[in-house]
């Protein structure tokens, strides 16, 4: 989508590497969230950032960790990698409160 | 804990038809309940949103019902197209200190047939 993009796109990695995603944004919008969609569980969040520096996981956060120094980017890393981290992880901006989110369109992330 | 169900997993419509998938949630504290739409390969995409002071909101062929004493809001979509083949998701969220996270349902795959 205009304004937010993730990279790579499609990334396979071998198990116990550490890989980073990166979701780019210029909305400006002080929210970003990282989500894993696998199915039968729809979307659950990650991680979110609601300014620089400020973090804070979700209900799927375990193996994962973020970072965020500038407003644009917010990059997840997988410490090392499990096949369990098989998915497809979206970035999301929003303007908060109750605004509803922008995605970007995903990084598929295959770990052998 | 799965704070949104959404059902059913999958919808196979007609043509013409119409397309109806449904979410329950559970915490009293939610305040917008938004649907998204996503096609294969892309992110998904604000459909339309309802608050809960009002029980439905209609943009053109898609509606919100929402029943707050029930806990469960569905989205109708009238006159199902070819195009309208997605997967859907619901989702809910408060205001306040909970930075617009958005609690999402599991999603319902909608085929509609020509």
């Known amino acids: 989508d205009a304004g937010i993009t993730q990279s790579p796109r499609h990334k396979v990695t071998e198990t116990g590497t550490p890989v980073t995603l990166r979701c780019h944004q210029t909305?400006?919008?002080?929210?970003m969230y990282w989500y894993r969609q696998d199915p039968g569980h729809g979307l659950r969040l990650i991680h979110y950032?609601?300014?620089?520096?400020?973090?804070d996981k979700g209900e799927v956060s375990d193996g994962y960790s973020v970072s965020r120094s500038k407003t644009e980017d917010f990059l997840l890393t997988l410490e090392s990698a499990t096949s369990s981290q098989t998915s497809v992880y979206f970035c999301?901006?929003?303007?908060?409160?109750?605004?509803?989110?922008?995605f970007g369109s995903g990084t598929r992330l295959t770990v052998v | 804990q799965q704070q949104v169900k959404q059902s059913p997993q999958s919808l196979i419509v007609q043509k013409g038809g119409i397309s109806i998938i449904n979410c329950a949630y559970e915490?009293?504290?939610?305040?917008?309940f938004p649907w998204y739409q996503q096609f294969p390969g892309k992110g998904p995409a604000l459909l339309i949103a309802?608050?809960?002071?009002?029980s439905e909101k209609k943009e053109g062929r898609f509606t919100i019902s929402f029943n707050k004493s029930a806990k469960q809001f569905s989205l109708h979509i009238m006159d199902s197209q070819p195009g309208d083949s997605a997967t859907y998701f619901c989702?809910?969220?408060?205001?306040?200190?909970?930075?617009?996270?958005?609690?999402f349902g599991q999603g319902t795959i909608l085929t509609v047939h020509p």
């Open positions: 999301a901006i929003s303007r908060g409160g109750n605004y509803g989110y922008t």
């Open positions: 909305e400006n919008h002080r929210y």
């Open positions: 950032s609601y300014g620089v520096k400020d973090t």
């Open positions: 915490n009293t504290a939610f305040d917008y």
């Open positions: 309802i608050r809960p002071d009002v």
């Open positions: 989702a809910a969220s408060f205001g306040g200190t909970s930075y617009g996270k958005l609690t």
